[in-house]
């Protein structure tokens, strides 16, 4: 029995080895219409040479569940929109919220052909993600869309790809070329999560349209420019990923590398291609996920065995420190790219920081990569434990779009100086006067006594005493 566990353990460590995701290979494609299972060959194809096993099935199958025996059955999910009102018991808002809690990575694709149902609208609702409510309004736009197939329609936007969002942000999704984006479903995102990131905007001159709406003008409008995120990602806490891509369509075969011509430029071919597998790469955690390989504190004691002053290293990873200790802090952090762990670079105008906290942070100090090794870069810092006693963490809560959480740690005890940790009084010049003056009594106490004990009063003193009390005694 033991043996079989053994064997049955190696090969799903074999099994996650060869896949290129950094949390498995499994993959479920829900797809209503198998007739549509053939416009996606080369996007089908390029997630199998990755070695994904992908698994078609209708959100209407009885035998389809996210989850078996209690964990997901399927690392990863591809959603592409139903015809009909929603999914299905299988694949409710909450089972699918459920999921992404569970640790799956969702892809969802739109597409104002088929509507979006009420399902899907309360399901992004969720993940604070709005959808215009007219289910086939789409974006358009008169200044950027492609000449060759959309003339009149305006309805396929030709965008650059995205930037970074900022330059302490790394972007997966960057390059060059145009993308093309048919019958695009446009997402409002809200404005107080921290987890919600857009991938690609909509050009400042595209609003939301419906066609079936009668009129040559739109007096209320959904959203327009910027307002609009065509891409957009959720990473939750549990750093799953939940990717809304606003038009299915781009990734069907006549869309990868097809003819485009912009109102002013040449014809060129689409980067939708090299776009859908950056896409699937971060959604399917092929890229931008980060692991701690070790952490590691101890105390630095001076040493003065040489004639130097030198630092030793005290015990690694002690469970109590003393106020005034010198400490060390090392992480070692590696980051998955794609089929390996490779060292992890902080972004430019960023910074891995350490926190050294009881209720509030006492220190927060920047960790600096001191080493590498093949898989991981190595971040320490060096600090001085506060002049307080306590329990005390040394925490490091790293939260960044488009790269998983790192949120570590460690507690240990803080104590005060044990007794004979103290330094001597001789040793505190302060105390000098204070001491002299002791002695001074004492010294002086002592000689007192000596004078008062050895003092003997003079002989005819004492006879004269003698004789006055004889007399005295006498009368």
């Known amino acids: 029995m033991l043996l079989f566990s053994s064997l049955c353990l190696l090969l799903s460590l074999f099994q996650v080895a060869l896949a290129k995701s950094a949390v498995g290979d499994r993959l479920l494609v829900v797809l209503e219409d198998e007739s549509q299972q053939g416009l996606y060959s080369k996007f089908w194809a390029d997630l199998e040479s990755r070695n994904f096993k992908l698994t078609f099935q209708s959100p209407r199958d ?46 969802l694709g739109l597409s104002s052909e088929s509507g979006t149902p009420s399902a899907i609208s309360s399901l992004l609702l969720e993940f604070d993600i709005s959808l215009s409510p007219d289910k086939n309004s789409l974006v358009v736009d008169h200044f950027k869309y492609d000449t060759v197939s959309a003339a009149e329609k305006h309805d396929v936007l030709l965008l650059n790809r995205p930037g970074p969002l900022r330059s302490d942000v790394v972007n997966f999704f960057g390059g060059d070329g145009l993308l093309a984006l048919p019958k695009a479903v446009g997402q409002t995102l809200g404005n107080t999560s921290p987890l919600l990131s857009p991938i690609l905007k909509a050009p400042a001159t595209a609003y939301v349209y419906n066609p079936k709406e009668e009129g040559e003008t739109v007096e209320e409008l959904f ?57 699937t790469e971060w959604t399917f955690k092929e890229v931008g996920v980060l692991k701690v390989f070790n952490i590691q504190h101890h105390e630095l004691v001076a040493s003065t065995k040489s004639t130097e002053k030198t630092t030793a290293v005290g015990e690694w990873n002690p469970e109590i420190y003393r106020i005034k200790n010198d400490v ?33 942070p ?64 001789w040793a505190i010049t302060g105390a000098w006067p204070w001491i002299g003056g002791l002695w001074s009594v004492i010294v002086g106490f002592l000689a007192f006594v000596v004078v008062w004990m050895y003092a003997e009063p003079p002989k005819e003193e004492v006879e004269r005493r003698r004789k006055l009390s004889v007399s005295t005694a006498t009368r």
């Open 362 to 425: 006492f220190h927060r100090i920047p960790l600096s990569p001191s080493s590498t090794t093949p898989n991981s870069t190595i971040f320490s810092t060096k600090f001085t434990t506060p002049d307080q006693h306590g329990i005390f963490a040394f925490k490091v809560n790293y939260k960044r779009p488009f790269l998983t959480t790192i949120e570590e740690k460690r507690q240990v005890t803080v104590r005060h100086f044990a007794h004979d940790e103290w330094p001597r009084s």
């Open 62 to 107: 009885d035998s389809l569940s996210l989850f078996r025996h209690g964990a997901v059955a399927y690392e990863h999910v591809f959603l592409t929109p139903p015809k009909s009102k929603g999914y299905g018991p299988a694949l409710t808002p909450k089972i699918l919220l459920d999921y992404v809690n569970a640790g799956g990575n969702v892809l």
């Open 328 to 360: 060390e802090f090392s992480i070692a952090v590696g980051q998955y790219d794609k089929t390996h762990w490779i060292p992890f670079t902080v972004p430019a105008n960023d910074a891995l920081q350490l926190e050294f906290s009881m209720l509030s």
């Open 223 to 279: 959203a327009t420019g910027s307002q609009l995120a065509l891409v957009s990602a959720v990473q939750a806490r549990n750093s799953a990923r939940f990717t809304v891509l606003g038009s299915l369509e781009m990734l069907q075969d006549k869309w990868f590398e097809a003819s485009v011509k912009p109102i002013q430029g040449k014809n060129t071919k689409t980067a939708n291609q090299e776009f859908a597998r950056q896409l």
